[in-house]
């Protein structure tokens, strides 16, 4: 869980441009499928991908298939599909990040459609709406959910009581219902406290409230759509908070933003689950002052990954049941408790790991609010194309954060740009 993956989740989209694109363009190069040789099972993963004491009693659960674990560094997904076209050192198992899977799902040919090894067994043990982000349209599922990234209110107590608005995070969960009252709890704030600016950075939520509807980009019949409503009800809600001057205009994981929440002028954020270990690691001397409530307008969620079994496995039931056991209840909670890598089984959230009251959220319990998170964020289709053609309007947003532009221009230039990406590879 490191802040790299907030740059990829939060903030990248341009940079996963190039990558989603060649990953669309490629996916009919099915690959090598010459088998792997018996013996090993090879395992891939990026770092901080799975917890490292689940890793360690899989390998030793497992001695006969003498499973071989790979940290692979840098850019995950290209040098996995690298590997694939060379056709050699392919693993038998491996990582697919969840900001990827939408792309590599035209890939399915170099999966293994893990219902035909058993997983129809288990599927029901994990979230729908995650599973079904791993499935193609036809039916096939490629990944069974490694974890999660449910979305809730971070906030402070302190400086939320101090200028005027609750503090208690069931008053707050009532208070801040939607974004319309978060904004408007902003401009309180600030009135009281004009140093505190309730929303971390614009665009940040811009993309949190396309995350919270079951429409996106690209429909299921490869139409262009993010020039309807649902997209321009989330430009429009990140403009008021910019026109407002509730925008802290402080992207994520920055000094700036490390500094702004310990400090109090970034008092709110809306994040993932995984969050939590940045917002510790950034809050020095702001301990115990933090609380969670949900999101407005909804739970959504960023991020969360998958494993997978590629085409050349030599024994792809054997693999199965390698994943089948790493990604059981008891072991997803485990790696909740290494490393916060928040489970995508509903029935982890009763474990101990999971109800342990935190001292940095004043002796809150944060599955109380992840959990019913988790398990409300919608079923959305994301298309392969989606990360790529949705990229420029976060890179026009931010014209408007800059002055650079009005939001009606900004917005005609997202459009016009996403449609070119889209039409450039056949989006309709």
Known sequence: MELSRRTLIAGGFAAMLGSTVAGCSSSMDTGSTKKNATGNIALWCWPGGLGKTVLDDTIAHFPDQHLKYSEIGGDFKQKLLTTFNGGTSIPDITGVKGEDIASILPQANRFVDLKTVGAD???????????????????KVIGIPIDIGPTALYYREDIFTAGGLPGDPAKVADQLKTWEDFLAAGLEL?????????????????????????DRYIDKDNKFIGDQDHIRRAWDLAVKAISTKVDAKTLGGTPDWNAGLDQGTVPALTGAAWVALDVKAACKTSTGKWKLAPTPSGPANFGGSFLTITRNAADPAAAFEVIKYMLSADNEAKAFADAQIFPATPAAYDKPQLKAADPFFGGQVPIDVFGPAAKNIPI????????????????????????SKSSDAAWKDAVSQAKQIGKRQGVQ
């Open 190 to 214: 600030k009135k009281a406290n004009p140093k505190a600016l309730i929303v971390s950075d614009a665009t940040d939520m811009y993309g949190l409230i396309v995350n919270q509807g079951t």
């Open 380 to 403: 959305a289709y994301e298309a392969p194309l989606d990360a790529a053609v949705g990229a420029p309007y976060a890179t026009a947003l931010k014209t408007v954060q800059s002055g």
């Open 121 to 139: 067994s288990i599927l029901g043990d994990y979230l729908e709406w995650k599973v079904k982000q791993a499935t193609t349209l036809d039916g």
